[in-house]
């Protein structure tokens, strides 16, 4: 009974490697690109000219531009966090069915996650540069020229505008709206519409003046 359900699963193995790798030899045969170790394709992947792909990387629902760079463990076009409790008290996942763009000339760090869209698809611009370990939620569309730094958390259905920086670990909460050229310091918090360009800081993140204000003003009281 082992032996006959060893077969059976190593037949199986067989047949979906047989289904996936003429996929793979066409899409690397259309697309010349550099893959530096195993990566995981998923369904509806397409990827530009001269983009390299780093060991363990897992790529589904997603349309990746010409010269990125996706460092290693990093994951786009996943399913996004969206769930609701419907009118038996029951926890229902809300369909994920869009993709995540990636456009031209972009770099993410290893073990970065991007989040595919469920109504609209998650977008990152052109020219960004994303550190390790960040997290962009579903819906979300950044712009072009940004940076965002090591840790940072862009919840879902956010907007945010060109030339955006975004220190290590800024929180961003869904649905609010970032201008261009904004600057938010390490460890801010965004909980609404951030829209002048400028820099910002803090939880709340406000304006840096104001924010650096309240510290120095907190540190003389506790003297």
Same mark, same amino acid.
């Given at each position: 009974?082992?032996?006959?359900?060893?077969? /059976? *699963?190593?037949?199986?193995?067989?047949? +979906? /490697?047989?289904?996936?790798?003429?996929?793979?030899?066409?899409?690397?045969?259309?697309?010349?690109?550099?893959?530096?170790?195993?990566?995981?394709?998923?369904?509806?992947?397409? @990827?530009? +000219?001269?983009?390299?792909? %780093?060991?363990?990387?897992?790529?589904?629902?997603?349309?990746?531009?010409?010269?990125? #760079?996706?460092?290693?463990? @990093? &994951?786009?076009?996943?399913? %996004?966090?969206?769930?609701?409790?419907?009118?038996?008290?029951?926890? #229902?996942?809300?369909? +994920?069915?869009?993709?995540?763009?990636?456009?031209?000339?972009?770099?993410?760090?290893?073990?970065?996650?991007?989040?595919?869209? /469920?109504?609209?698809?998650?977008?990152?611009?052109?020219?960004?540069?994303?550190?390790? *370990?960040? +997290? =962009?939620?579903?819906? $979300? #569309?950044?712009?072009?020229?940004?940076? *965002?730094? %090591?840790?940072?958390?862009?919840?879902?259905?956010?907007?945010? %505008?060109?030339?955006?920086?975004?220190?290590?670990?800024?929180?961003?909460?869904?649905?609010?709206?970032?201008?261009?050229?904004? &600057?938010?310091?390490?460890? /801010?918090?965004?909980?609404?519409?951030?829209?002048?360009?400028?820099?910002?800081?803090?939880?709340? $993140?406000?304006?840096?003046?104001?924010?650096?204000?309240? #510290?120095?003003?907190?540190?003389? =009281?506790?003297?």
């Amino acid at each position: 009974m082992e032996v006959q359900q060893s077969m /059976s *699963l190593h037949t199986l193995m067989q047949q +979906q /490697s047989r289904k996936l790798v003429p996929l793979f030899i066409q899409m690397l045969s259309s697309v010349p690109m550099l893959i530096l170790g195993r990566v995981l394709f998923g369904p509806a992947v397409t @990827a530009g +000219q001269s983009t390299n792909i %780093g060991y363990n990387v897992a790529l589904s629902n997603c349309t990746i531009g010409d010269s990125c #760079v996706i460092h290693n463990g @990093a &994951c786009v076009g996943q399913d %996004g966090f969206g769930f609701f409790v419907d009118e038996h008290g029951d926890m #229902v996942k809300k369909p +994920q069915t869009l993709k995540a763009v990636i456009e031209d000339r972009v770099e993410i760090g290893a073990n970065t996650c991007v989040d595919r869209g /469920s109504w609209r698809d998650t977008t990152i611009g052109s020219h960004i540069k994303i550190d390790n *370990l960040v +997290q =962009i939620g579903h819906n $979300a #569309v950044v712009g072009k020229y940004c940076m *965002l730094c %090591g840790q940072v958390r862009i919840a879902g259905s956010v907007t945010i %505008g060109d030339y955006v920086t975004l220190g290590g670990r800024v929180a961003v909460r869904d649905h609010v709206s970032i201008a261009s050229k904004v &600057c938010l310091a390490a460890n /801010s918090c965004v909980t609404k519409n951030v829209i002048e360009p400028g820099d910002s800081g803090g939880f709340p $993140a406000i304006p840096i003046h104001e924010w650096r204000r309240q #510290v120095a003003s907190h540190s003389w =009281i506790m003297k």
